[in-house]
């Protein structure tokens, strides 16, 4: 696994999230009343559609979980807000009390340990892939 790897591996989060919110919007409109009057009501679809949130909710308590893997405090706190909260660096450096630069570099710091922790463990994280230690 490279840094990149996990680079993408975190960046996963939000596109998660959004899958989310597309599927909620999608099961509130299958329970809008005017669907159901054209196109027939289907509890199917709609617990389908919970079926796949669940299982997109549990994709990112996997992701969660992976960066609770980091020791450092600092690296763990910035790599949550960039990668969870999609905080800009700016905003991370004003919540965390520091430099923009010192934030950039918990972050790659962050990813680095996280790849290496990844590798030494012999983790996969495809999204989907549970991430913890042995």
Same mark, same amino acid.
């Given at each position: 696994?490279? *840094? !990149? #790897?996990?680079?993408?591996? $975190?960046? @996963?989060?939000?596109? =998660? &999230? ?44 996997? *992701? !969660? #979980?992976?960066?609770?893997? $980091?020791? @450092?405090?600092?690296? =763990? &706190? ?57």
């Amino acid at each position: 696994m490279t *840094i !990149e #790897d996990t680079r993408n591996y $975190l960046n @996963n989060y939000k596109a =998660l &999230l959004d899958k989310i919110e597309y599927l909620e919007a999608k099961a509130d409109g299958l329970k809008s009343p005017s669907f159901q009057a054209i196109r027939g009501y289907s509890t199917r679809n709609i617990n389908d559609i919970m079926d796949d949130i669940g299982e997109l909710v549990r994709k990112m308590e996997e *992701i !969660e #979980d992976f960066i609770e893997l $980091l020791d @450092n405090p600092s690296e =763990l &706190l910035a790599i949550r807000y960039r990668y969870i909260d999609g905080m800009k660096l700016e905003d991370i450096a004003e919540n965390m009390s520091y430099s923009v630069r010192s934030v950039a570099y918990f972050l790659s710091k962050g990813v680095k340990h996280l790849t290496d922790i990844a590798n030494a463990e012999g983790l996969s994280l495809p999204c989907g892939t549970r991430a913890r230690r042995k």
